[in-house]
Nanobody
Framework: QVRPIESGGGSVQTGGSLRLSCVVS????????MAWFRQVPGRGREGVAA????????FYGASAKGRFTISQDKDKNTVDLEMSDLQSEDTAVYYC????????????????????WGQGTQVTVSS
């Protein structure tokens, strides 16, 4: 069974940093497209960042540009989201999403393009 598994969430003060990691259980192949989304109660899922299938290009939502970096750790077979200068509005449940046997998705931050989702990890930013 293919299942993204997130780790690294938690609580941080305003202006702090966190690193989220995602490993896709059940599909070790590199032919997958990965992304991070987030959701707060009462709102739809927001695309935060996506990584091209070759792992070299990141795509970012408006709220993430300049503060978040998505990257691939080939040794650990994870896709990580490094978040800095966190603000209270970044508080949300963050989800890792994957599409397997994938070489490209367009648009990369559309939730409809991903068919495997993690359980989510809570990120709370407080002053």
């Amino acid at each position: 069974q293919v299942r993204p598994i997130e780790s690294g969430g938690g609580s941080v003060q305003t202006g702090g940093s966190l690193r989220l990691s995602c490993v896709v259980s059940g599909y070790p192949e590199s032919t997958k497209c990965m992304a991070w989304f987030r959701q707060v109660p009462g709102r739809g899922r927001e695309g935060v960042a996506a990584l091209s299938a070759d792992g070299y290009t990141g795509f970012y939502g408006a709220s993430a540009k300049g503060r978040f970096t998505i990257s691939q750790d080939k040794d650990k077979n994870t896709v990580d989201l490094e978040m800095s200068d966190l603000q209270s509005e970044d508080t949300a449940v963050y989800y890792c999403a994957a599409r397997i046997r994938c070489y490209n998705v367009s648009p990369p931050l559309s939730a409809d393009n991903y068919d495997h989702w993690g359980q989510g990890t809570q990120v709370t930013v407080s002053s």
